[in-house]
């Protein structure tokens, strides 16, 4: 039982009721109304099941999101005008970098546009654990680490207990639907205009406005099977917009495939989804294997399938509650100039060709919001979505990994520019075999430095990893150089996407590595005395 605040419901004109659950206010608008109907007054109290709770917590639109983060005090509405180019930029990166992230933004008066621009949605722990459902994205670990190594049952009760997770996963596939707020607005042909998007230009030497927070749908030509990733656009004119899916990703292999089997000019399409339910962002964002559809992902993550309908004037299905559909058509051998970006390296990238979107239609909802991000020298908004990311993949990785403890992927090192990790050490040359696994898999292959410990480290904290590298390396013997593909944002390698890579093994060694040494243990104070002292503690005024 929880009480619970009748709040106005803008976007529907209409009364919702705000439940506050435990640590956090939620909004079950579609539940309240299915149980209480239409309610006036001040107060009501409302009964919830558990299990209603984990199976009503989709949101059912951007907006919806950012009315519970308003709810709850994590938006900040600025009605000053306030230019998107640079200057959103120059507020919003103060805002990213304060302590814990700062609040969400929603700049309701973007100068020259009449669409506002919600910034810093995923910016905190809080936020970004609330856009995936949930009050701390380690549940999401902890639930995904379950469902991947089932126990095999005992009895009847443990057999129902399996279901759970099963059931979840059995609703994920995206469902179709015929109609969709995305589409309440349709403008065809010339009527499409992405001038009209407050797409922020933002650092002074861009080449131009980017749409920054993008989810871009794609089909393997040969399989037919979706992808959505999140690679920037740039927007080059009314009508034109690029490409930035880097050589690595699933959105090139797609364009690849389509250059390899269109010989003559055949056009294939293309479509940019922004908002919806903000579970679809971080997937886009993911590193999924490229068998994983995420709409698939964002089913199981959501507790709902996505709803998914058919674009206006291209082959392409997109989310059904998204805020914008730009749509369009790529010729698979044209390139354009891309860039310069102010990217989240901290560093600008610098021009190189990328493949051109040809717009057909823009399509959105009545009174669309516009969700936009910066990068740039960290910590900015998307060190959030990367530290989800890095939780909720932990779990997969051990699939193959099992010796992996934990990992760190510092926001400052840009993610894949560095990794902390921790094993359980059961033979020589252990740490050696998880560098070179993790340069294998996905896109952990970016890694530039790799340092592995013991499973006594805790390389989250970043001190203490200093004290065990400096004090356990002995760098000839220790460290393990190799060659491979790079992120193609690394200006520092000696070609675009190829480079060296480096790993240290911070591990205690053994014999067979080297060291025919004794190890020393760290020092430690005798139990007895601590639980003495601990005793007199009180007495000693310090
Ligand atoms: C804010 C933000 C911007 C990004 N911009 C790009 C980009 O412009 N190009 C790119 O290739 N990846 C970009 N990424 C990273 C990809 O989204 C990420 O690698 C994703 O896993 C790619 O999906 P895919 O495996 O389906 O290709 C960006 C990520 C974030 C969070
Ligand atoms: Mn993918």
């Given at each position: 039982?929880?009480t619970?605040?009748?709040?106005p419901?803008?976007?529907r ?20 109304r299915?149980?209480m ?5 001040q ?5 919830l ?9 989709a ?19 600025i ?13 919003a ?11 969400a933004?929603?700049f ?5 546009f009449?669409v ?9 722990r ?6 995936l459902?949930?009050?701390d994205?380690?549940?999401i670990?902890?639930?995904?680490e379950?469902l ?10 443990g ?11 059995a ?19 010339d009527?499409a205009?992405?001038s ?6 933002c ?20 399989t037919?099977?979706r992808?959505?990733?999140?690679y ?10 690029g490409?930035?899916w ?6 090139a ?10 010989a003559?000019?055949?056009?294939y399409?293309?479509?940019?989804a ?5 579970v679809?962002t971080?997937c ?6 490229p ?8 089913g ?6 996505v ?5 206006k ?8 509650d998204c805020?914008?559909?730009i749509?369009?058509y ?10 310069p970006?102010g ?6 990238t610098?021009?190189?060709p ?9 399509t ?6 516009y ?7 960290p910590p900015?908004e998307?060190?959030?979505?990367g ?5 909720i993949?932990?779990p ?10 934990d990992?760190n992927?510092p ?10 990790v ?6 020589p040359?252990?740490?050696?075999k998880?560098m070179?696994?993790?340069w294998?898999l996905?896109q952990?292959m ?5 340092f ?9 904290n ?8 400096s004090n356990?390396l002995d760098p000839?013997?220790d460290?393990?150089?190799t060659?491979g ?16 890579k480096?790993g240290f093994d911070?591990?205690?060694?053994l014999?067979e ?14 139990p ?15």
């Open positions: 039982m929880t619970a605040r009748i709040v419901d803008r976007a004109g209409n009364w919702c009721v705000q439940l506050h659950l435990f640590g956090g206010g939620t909004t079950y608008r579609e539940l309240a299915a149980r109907g239409v309610v006036g007054g107060e009501a109290v409302y009964c099941r558990a299990q209603e709770y984990r199976q009503n917590m949101y059912a639109s951007f907006q919806d999101f950012l009315e519970r983060l308003q709810a709850a005090g994590e938006l900040r509405e009605d000053e005008r306030v230019s998107p180019h640079l200057e959103i930029t120059e507020i990166d103060r805002v990213m970098k304060m302590p814990g992230g700062g609040p933004l929603l309701t008066r973007p100068d020259g009449d506002p621009v919600a910034i810093n949605v995923f910016g905190s809080k936020r970004m654990s609330w856009a459902g949930v009050e994205y380690e549940e670990a902890a639930e995904i379950r991947l190594r089932p126990e095999i049952p005992a009895g009847l009760t057999k129902l207990r399996m279901l759970g997770p099963l059931r979840r996963l609703s994920s596939p995206p469902r179709k639907v015929s109609s969709g707020i995305c589409q309440e607005v349709v403008h065809l042909g009527e205009d992405l009209k998007l407050p797409a922020l230009h650092w002074p030497e861009d080449g131009g406005p980017f749409i920054t927070l993008p989810l871009v749908f794609t089909y393997d030509p040969t037919g099977k992808n959505v990733g999140m920037r656009i740039q927007i080059y004119d009314e009508r034109t917009t490409l930035h880097q050589l690595h990703k699933v959105g292999e797609h364009h690849r495939l389509q250059e390899e089997r269109a003559a000019e055949q056009r399409h293309v479509a940019i922004l908002g919806g339910d903000p679809y971080f886009a964002a993911a590193p999924l294997p068998a994983i559809d995420e709409m698939l992902f964002a199981f993550l959501r507790r709902q399938p709803p998914m309908v058919r674009c004037t291209v082959d392409v299905d997109v989310p059904a805020e914008f559909v749509e369009g790529v010729n698979p051998s044209e390139r354009r100039p891309e860039g970006f990217d989240h390296t901290g560093f600008y610098p021009v190189e990328y493949p051109v979107l040809h717009v057909t239609a823009i959105h909802r009545q009174k669309p919001v969700p936009a991000t910066i990068v740039g020298r900015m998307d060190a959030w979505i530290k989800a990311v890095e939780r993949f932990l997969m990785i051990r699939l193959t990994l099992p010796e992996l403890v990992m992927l926001v400052e090192a840009c993610f894949h520019n560095l990794a902390l921790s094993i359980r050490k059961r033979y040359g252990h740490a050696f998880v070179n696994a993790l294998g996905g952990l970016f890694t530039k430095m790799i592995v410990f013991d499973a006594d480290v805790n390389v989250q970043l001190s203490e990893c200093l004290w065990i590298l356990n000839e013997r460290m393990l150089v060659r593909p790079v992120d193609v944002l690394d200006h520092a390698s000696r070609a675009s996407g190829f480079g060296s480096i911070c591990t205690r060694k014999p590595e080297g060291h025919h040494r004794p190890w020393p243990e760290p020092i430690r104070m005798s007895q005395v601590k639980a003495k002292v601990d005793a007199l503690w009180s007495k000693l005024g310090l």
